[in-house]
């Protein structure tokens, strides 16, 4: 049996709060205010999404839990479908995740797996880039330039791009 290796990278960059520019500080506000209406009597983890479309308009979402796990979505999944039910002609430019939880890790606080597969769907459904800011509390922010730098293995992606 032949055995290879291969490195896989992810690039994320790191960025002091101050150092965002109004935009992009604007969408980690909202974010936050978004997580504030979490429903999360379970896991006690606050999320908040916040996405910007390409019209401007921004769209909010929390994690929302149920009892009768797994019936309830993360903040990701809310907002993300919600562009798609309500906004499907416009795309998705950016999206801040935070969250405010004392558990929540600034180290490795990142959307689960699931939700790490449809930030990649609905880049690939518009056949463009969405950046990611991911924040704990007021930590410094992760940045990726793509979904796909959280998914290196995906099943599919964008063609041409």
Partial sequence: MKKEEMEVK????????????????????????????AYAPYSDFNVGTAVRLKSGGIVLGSNQENIAYPSGLCAERVAVFAV?????????????????????????????CGCRQVLLEAESRQNTHIKLYMQVRDEPVLVSKSALNLVP?????????
Avoid at 25 to 32: F, I, V
Avoid at 153 to 161: D, I, Q, S
């Fill in 84 to 112: 798609g039910a309500q906004f499907p002609e416009d795309e998705i430019e950016s999206i801040a995740i935070v969250s405010s939880s004392p558990q929540a890790d600034p180290k490795s606080f990142m959307p689960c």
């Fill in 10 to 37: 992810c690039v994320l960059t790191l960025i002091e709060s101050q150092d965002l520019n109004e935009r992009e500080s604007e969408l980690l506000k909202k974010a936050h205010e978004a997580a504030s209406n």
């Fill in 153 to 161: 293995f995906a099943f599919t992606y964008m063609k041409g791009v």
